[in-house]
């Protein structure tokens, strides 16, 4: 097991120099160095290898967000002072520290790089491809330009994808952008736009090219144009339905749209191969592994409604807890003890708050946490099909939606009885499955399922502010979002979940 590691992937020339009142300013791309750096097309397809690479390392990083907002959607619960988990889950919710010298500025500020890292390096492959006409070929003659332009879109939409989910506003930068001028700020939800426009391109390549991506560059499986469009496809519908900050947000989402984006979508589970040695998941390991995240009560519960919501009478409620759920029960989630393991102590340092207490913690990484080398799913073919259910509910069509439903994981691997076709029972499994069958997946789904439907906990950060690092450096005026900080319902929630 790696108990820390700190990786990073930067291309020849990455980093976006930043100047200017809420302005950025890019490095030129006719620097006499990013031509010698990008000279050989071989360079070029060796740095679209890795965008995939840099965005899962980014997106499953211990020193990311990762952690923070699954604790803080109270999916996870963890009392250590790592990475922000026991200041982004404290009750009542605090202010996120947005100053440089907070100890957890890198929760925010090395996430924040990395996409604009992953952004730089997609845009300077398009401006090789896009505007000085270069050919990517293999070894054996084939033209490979259509696969390495497909995978630069794909990581241009990811990047501001991303930050569009997770950050108020940033910068929208692609390879169109003047960059001989300051560049202004974006709220995120011309981040959102920028970046589906940008997978849509990369929809479009896949469909006039034919390609098969080297093993390294997503290993696990074989990857061609019709995989890379479906999860391009799935990204598009996700970052419309993740976006919204508010349940008003939510009902306005263009659902048409995003079911047909989610029609197209993968048809397999996301997970690359790990290797422990440039592939490995640190989210996962951190969340699961002994001593480190357990299972909120709140996600228990959910499960099994004989478990408490809450961990409220301090070290006698285990004296209270009723015996742990070990076969099938009727009204009882078979996955409680499938993917769930029932522990009879919690570590967590009691001065910090019983309400992290917990029973239970997440198996079903398991093999990952002994191994090592196993696939790591971050976006599961499950997450889709609800995106599809979500979609044709907000359509009145209740009887698709319960059809998918009642297809899958909860029937199938929970054992629950099928749903009816209405929507309010619809809509309820939708969040269940959310938090239950896509537990502890990819970065941020517990966070925005509870964030689009008003349900995380009052004064909790709706988003991050841009790092308070780069807000100096950009000369901009210091902010921050949560407790009362910020615009209520907007930047930080007004809601709850209890």
Not at 109 to 119: N, Q, R
Not at 168 to 188: H, N, Q, R, W
Not at 228 to 253: E, F, G, H, T, W
């Amino acid at each position: 097991m790696k108990t820390y590691k700190y990786f990073l992937l930067f291309t020849v020339l990455t980093a976006l120099l930043v100047a200017g009142c809420e302005s950025l300013e890019v490095k030129n791309l006719n620097d006499p160095d990013f031509a010698t750096a990008f000279s050989k097309p071989s360079d070029v397809k060796g740095v679209a290898g890795g965008l995939i690479n840099t965005w899962f390392q980014a997106s499953q990083d211990y020193n990311g967000p990762a952690l923070a907002l699954w604790v803080g959607a109270d999916a996870g619960t963890c009392s250590h002072g790592n990475v922000g988990m026991w200041h982004f889950s404290m009750e009542p919710r605090i202010a996120w520290d947005n100053t440089p010298a907070y100890g957890n500025a890198t929760v925010n500020e090395t996430f924040y790089k990395a996409m604009y890292s992953l952004l730089s390096s997609s845009n300077e492959i398009l401006v090789k491809l896009l505007t000085d006409g270069m050919v990517i070929t293999a070894d054996d003659g084939t033209d490979e330009t259509g696969m390495v332009k497909a995978m630069a879109y794909l990581g241009q939409g990811l990047a501001l994808g991303y930050v569009g989910l997770f950050y108020d506003k940033g910068f929208a930068v692609t390879e169109d952008t003047d960059l001989t001028g300051e560049i202004p700020v974006a709220p995120y939800t011309e981040l959102i736009t920028t970046a589906v426009a940008s997978l849509d391109k990369c929809i479009a390549e896949c469909s006039s090219t034919t390609f098969t991506l080297p093993g390294t560059w997503i290993p696990g499986m074989t990857y061609t144009q019709v995989e890379i469009a479906q999860i391009a496809n799935s990204m598009a519908a996700k970052l419309l339905s993740y976006s919204p900050r508010n349940k008003a947000d939510n009902d306005a989402v263009d659902w048409g749209r995003v079911l047909a984006y989610a029609n197209k979508g993968i048809t397999f589970d996301f997970a690359p191969k790990m290797d422990d040695v440039d592939w490995y998941d640190l989210y996962h390991t951190y969340a699961n592994y002994a001593g480190w995240g357990q299972v909120d009560m709140r996600i228990a519960n959910m499960m099994d409604p004989a478990m408490p919501s809450r961990w409220t009478l301090g070290a006698d409620q285990w004296a209270t807890l009723p015996a742990p759920t070990l076969a099938h029960e009727d009204g009882v989630d078979d996955r409680i003890f499938t993917d769930f393991q029932y522990k009879s102590s919690c570590t967590f340092r009691v001065e910090r708050g019983y309400y992290h207490y917990s029973c239970y913690r997440y198996s079903r990484h398991d093999d990952y946490l002994s191994t090592w080398t196993t696939p790591s799913p971050v976006f599961r073919k499950a997450e889709n099909d609800l995106l599809k259910a979500e979609a044709m509910m907000h359509q009145s069509n209740f009887t698709g939606a319960a059809d998918i439903i009642n297809a899958g994981e909860r029937i199938t691997r929970g054992g629950l009885a099928p749903i009816e076709a209405t929507a309010a029972e619809v809509e309820a499994a939708i969040f269940y499955e959310r938090n239950i069958e896509l537990f502890c997946s990819g970065l941020g789904v517990e966070f925005c399922t509870m964030r689009k439907a008003d349900k995380l906990q009052k004064g909790t950060p709706l988003h991050f502010p841009i790092p308070g690092q780069q807000l100096e450096v950009n000369l901009m005026e210091p902010y921050s979002f949560g407790a009362d900080k910020g615009v209520a319902g907007q930047d930080y929630s007004n809601g709850g979940w209890f």
